[in-house]
């Protein structure tokens, strides 16, 4: 962890739980892709949804590479919030809450994809039949509030993107200091990002590579990682 540049983070990658991701993501998969790229920290942050996480916890834990529990839940006005916890049983807690507030819809696998669930061995075990990638009725407030309750933060996805962002669908980030970090894509900028934004400048930024493929784990800003340097890992430090 004490490299030159500070330990390298991937904190957004979807597992086949999602169903807008590939098949070939498994929990398996993905840590080791992250550990042949060399990062130090994932998030596997499937959509409303924890299922893949406690597998994922314990193949994390013999490859020696650090899995933040995490979940991107979708908010009643549609923005995409990077929830993160520092246990499994706190992330546990919320999956409980996103539960109750999931549209109950049952998924069209034609139409949406597959949503796996793994086993230690990294086999496909069952399917979640409920669609999970839909809003949720929870408002982004009662997320923020709910999820910092458990001792968890909130960083809000995408921020750049048009949709599904807090900027694209709200127009503002709060700034009660709930929120202390936010995430640009992979292909964003950031000076460039700041430069039309500049009143977003006193916030942490993380860059994820909202994983869908294997190749693309640890793809963060044409880099190897986001690497997270004191700024950001006294933000992070109550999940880290
Ligand atoms: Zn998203
Ligand atoms: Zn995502």
Same mark, same amino acid.
């Given at each position: 962890?004490?490299?030159e540049?500070?330990?390298?983070c ?7 739980l999602?169903?807008c ?6 929990p ?6 992250a ?7 994932? =998030? ?14 314990e ?14 839940? @979708?908010?009643?006005?549609e ?5 993160y916890?520092?246990?499994?049983d706190?992330l546990?807690a919320? @999956? ?6 999931l549209?109950?819809l049952e998924n069209d696998?034609e ?6 669930l ?5 086999d496909?075990?069952a399917k *979640?039949?409920?669609?999970?990638a839909? =809003? ?5 407030? @009662? ?13 809000? =996805?995408?921020?750049?993107?048009p949709v599904?962002s ?14 202390q970090?936010? *995430? ?13 934004h500049?009143?977003l ?17 640890g ?8 690497a ?13």
């Open positions: 962890m004490n490299r540049n500070g330990p390298r991937d904190l957004h990658i979807h597992s086949c999602s169903p991701a590939d098949l070939l993501m498994t398996g998969n993905i840590i080791r892709q550990v042949n790229q060399g990062l130090d920290y994932i =998030a596997i942050t499937d959509h409303n949804s924890a299922g893949n996480i406690e597998v994922a916890i193949l994390a834990r013999k490859s020696g590479l650090k899995l933040i529990p995490a979940m991107e839940v @979708e908010t009643r006005e923005v995409h919030l990077l929830c916890f520092s246990c499994l706190a546990l919320w @999956e409980d809450v996103v539960c109750q507030h549209p109950d696998e139409l949406f994809g597959y949503q796996l793994t086993d230690l061995s990294d496909y075990i *979640e039949s409920r669609l999970l839909l =809003a949720t009725s929870l408002s982004l407030s @009662e997320t923020l509030e709910q999820v910092t309750n458990l001792g968890g933060i909130v960083i809000p =996805a995408h921020v750049d993107r599904n807090v900027l694209g669908q709200l127009g503002f980030v709060p700034s009660d200091g709930r929120i970090a936010i *995430e640009i894509s992979r292909n964003a900028k950031l000076a460039g990002f700041l430069r039309t500049p009143q400048s006193h916030f942490g930024y993380v860059q994820g590579s909202d994983s869908h493929y294997l190749q693309e784990i793809c963060c800003g044409g880099e190897k990682g986001f997270v340097d004191a700024g950001l890992r006294r933000i992070l430090s109550a999940v880290l």
